[in-house]
Each structure stands twice: as structure tokens, then as C-alpha cells.
């Protein structure tokens, strides 16, 4: 099975910031990734596909990159409704797996 | 505006079964391949299953392979899960998620709001 790091595993952050989560497979996924954001008691929410697509609706703070093995998602200006729990998952290979999330606090 | 309604989760004795439903609304369920994903109380996601459009094509996480089954009836928007001999390990919240594509995944783009399934004696 591929394995899903993501790093940190927690983050303190404030108001404005530009925040950065890392993913890393443990073999190549070409683009098969996505990126999922959970508020505390709330379902998730789809943020990004293919490693680099905005789900319809995302606000264009977000963003993604990478291919292969490493992937990040980026958050330009941090806003009070990002502090949440974030978790890659890739689709390449089944079973398709999460990451084991980052949970993004206020500083 | 899509909208998934999972329904069937509550507590179950170890070893006994239960089927969880989905009822799709807002898309023609027929199009799209469907999920299961489930969360324990307080860890990380956990894919379960996946089902092709037509309902010929499913994969399973290795550890609810021959327990778990994944159906769906188009005709009435439903998506299953079919889950025996539960263990105490698989207490979760369980979600209906919508893929973008038809036979393998193109990505989730929808969740449904989770039902929760408490394996307990």
C-alpha cells in the first residue's frame, strides 16, 4: 500500500500568514492527489484534485503543487475559517489512502 | 445542489451486522463512482471502498475486505454498505462521497454529513 506523510503534523499560524503542508508518497502517484479540510464536528470538504485543481467554489487562496512523490498545499493569506484540520489522499494505487493530517491552529 | 444523506449507523454488539444507506439527491447518481470513508472518534480519514458507476467494479481497504460490501441502486439514488462481522475497531463516523469520474476515482468532490456506527457489547 502507498503511504501518505504529511509534515507538519501541526501548525500554529496567525491571521495573514502564508502557511505551507507538505505530502509525501511513499512512490510515485503522477498528479492522483487531493487535499481535504475538516473544521472541528464537520464533514471534510474537497479542496483540490489532481494535485493542483480547485475544487469549484475554493477560495483562490488556496493552492497545490507537485508530481511523483511530493506535494504541497499552500494557503497565501490565512483567513479565521482556515484553521482546521487538512489531510492529502491519494488515488493512484488502491486501497487509496489519507495522510495523517495537519491540523492548522491559531497563534 | 448535491446532497448526500447517509442513514442506518447506531450501535451494534462485536460481530453482528448492519447496512448503511445513502440517499443521493441534486446528480444522477448513474454517472458517477462512488465512496466510503470512514473516521474513528478524534483520528484521521480512512478510505473503505469504492464502487464504479454501474456498480461492476469495487475495491476495498484491506482491513474490511470480505466483511464489508459496497452495492448501489441507481434507480432509487442509494448508495450501501453492507458491514458483517463488525469488530470494535470498526466504530467510525462513516461518509457517503461522491468521485468525479465514473469507473476509477478523478477525485472526491462531495461528502455527505457522516453517520455514526458504535460497535460496543
Known amino acids: 500500500d502507498i503511504q501518505m506523510t504529511q509534515s507538519p503534523s501541526s501548525l500554529s499560524a496567525s491571521v495573514g500568514d502564508r502557511v505551507t503542508i507538505t505530502c509525501r508518497a511513499t512512490q510515485g502517484i503522477t498528479n492522483y492527489l487531493a487535499w481535504f479540510q475538516q473544521e472541528p464536528g464537520k464533514a471534510p470538504k474537497s479542496l483540490i484534485y489532481a494535485a493542483s485543481s480547485l475544487q469549484s467554489g475554493v477560495p483562490s487562496r488556496f493552492s497545490g503543487s507537485g508530481s511523483g512523490t511530493d506535494f504541497t498545499l499552500t494557503i497565501s493569506s490565512l483567513q479565521p475559517e482556515d484553521f482546521a484540520t487538512y489531510y492529502c489522499?491519494?488515488?493512484?494505487?488502491?486501497?487509496?489512502?489519507f495522510g495523517q493530517g495537519t491540523k492548522l491552529e491559531i497563534k | 445542489q448535491v446532497h448526500l444523506a447517509e442513514s442506518g449507523g447506531g450501535v451494534v454488539q462485536p460481530g453482528k451486522s448492519l447496512r448503511l444507506s445513502c440517499a443521493a439527491s441534486?446528480?444522477?447518481?448513474?454517472?458517477?463512482?462512488m465512496h466510503w470513508v470512514r473516521q474513528a472518534p478524534g483520528k484521521g480519514l480512512e478510505w473503505v471502498a469504492i464502487?464504479?458507476?454501474?456498480?461492476?467494479?469495487?475495491f476495498y481497504a484491506d482491513s474490511v475486505k470480505g466483511r464489508f460490501s459496497i452495492s448501489r441502486d441507481n434507480s432509487k439514488s442509494t448508495l450501501y454498505l453492507q458491514m458483517n462481522s463488525l469488530r470494535a475497531e470498526d466504530t467510525a463516523f462513516y461518509y457517503c462521497?461522491?468521485?468525479?469520474?465514473?469507473?476509477?476515482?478523478?477525485?472526491?468532490?462531495?461528502w455527505g454529513q457522516g453517520t455514526l456506527v458504535t460497535v460496543s457489547s
Open positions: 462521497v461522491k468521485d468525479q469520474g465514473i469507473t476509477m476515482s478523478l477525485g472526491i468532490d462531495q
Open positions: 464502487i464504479s458507476y454501474d456498480g461492476r467494479n469495487k
Open positions: 489522499q491519494q488515488y493512484n494505487n488502491y486501497p487509496y489512502t
Open positions: 441534486g446528480f444522477t447518481l448513474s454517472n458517477y463512482a
